[in-house]
């Protein structure tokens, strides 16, 4: 049996959309990659520039589940600048460095203390609109620093926390699908097995779960068509997650930076994918179908 009480035969997959409420063009995308495609999931920045807008869009589509995307590098803050001045700047930004971030947290006193302050407030935020929280995942990935996931793991009761996402996928599989930056992948795989060994150890301490696998961190930002027809008849899990990163270009509107996004949109929408999903015996579903078995 799967932690989360499934049989092992039985094979479900969650298409996740990141970024939701950055901007117009990400919302738009998302949605559209769920009324017409194989979208099933979104994770909210609710410090993003359009993130009333995603709320509403997010109540209008009752089937789209959505999670928070944790926001404590690349962004903004929902806590003012004084009430968090060694997390972020005087604008209320947080470093564009995030390897460099997820250090300083971890070795500087003051931001340890006001670490909580603000994923409480990110978190209450979420709360205030009335949506279900799916599950919690970060916005390049900060959740899974130890300090960060501890915190996290402190306020899931309070916060009804029942799944994380713990980022891992195979590297053999990655290159196998695209051999592109192939030494890259190698040492981001390994790196990640490890902050997923010891994420599961803590989620597990307090009764909260993740999938088997996760795809999308070895090819951010090219989750194309053309990759995921080759991806997807290589995974062995039987509970998976897909994420990335859709986005319709809207003038005038910044870009997440992450890469194709409309491409990835497109991706998304396809038919093919859709039936090579279905061909590799996958039920879509998301983090809120998921049933769970509590220790």
Known sequence: MHQSGHPSSRRQLIVNGDDFGFSSGVNQAIIAAHERGVLTSTSLMVTGDAFEEAV?????????????HLVLACGRSVLSPTQIPHLV????????????????????AAARRELPLE????????????????????????HVQPVVLHHLVRLAKEFNIRFMRLPFEEASIAIQADRSEWITKRLLSFVYAGLRRYGKRVLRSQGIHSVDRVYGLLHSGRMTEAYLLKLIPLIQANL?????????????????????GQAERDALISDRVRIAIQHQGFELTN???????RP
Do not use: M, W
């Not at 209320?92 to 947290?105: C, D, I, T, W």
């Not at 709360?127 to 990935?141: C, K």
């Not at 998976?240 to 809207?250: D, F, L, N, Q």
């Open 89 to 108: 700047d005087t604008q209320g930004s947080f470093s564009n460095q995030p390897e460099k971030a997820g250090l300083y947290y971890h070795f500087n």
């Open 119 to 142: 994923i409480r407030a990110q978190l209450e935020k979420f709360r205030q609109t009335g949506l279900p929280l799916s599950h919690v995942d970060g916005h390049v990935h900060v």
């Open 56 to 68: 509403a869009l997010a109540k209008a589509h009752s089937t789209l589940a959505v999670g928070l």
């Open 240 to 260: 998976v997650e897909i994420y990335s990163h859709p986005a319709t270009r809207v003038a005038g509107e910044p870009d997440n930076g992450i890469g194709l």
């Open 287 to 293: 983090y809120c179908h998921l049933g769970v078995v």
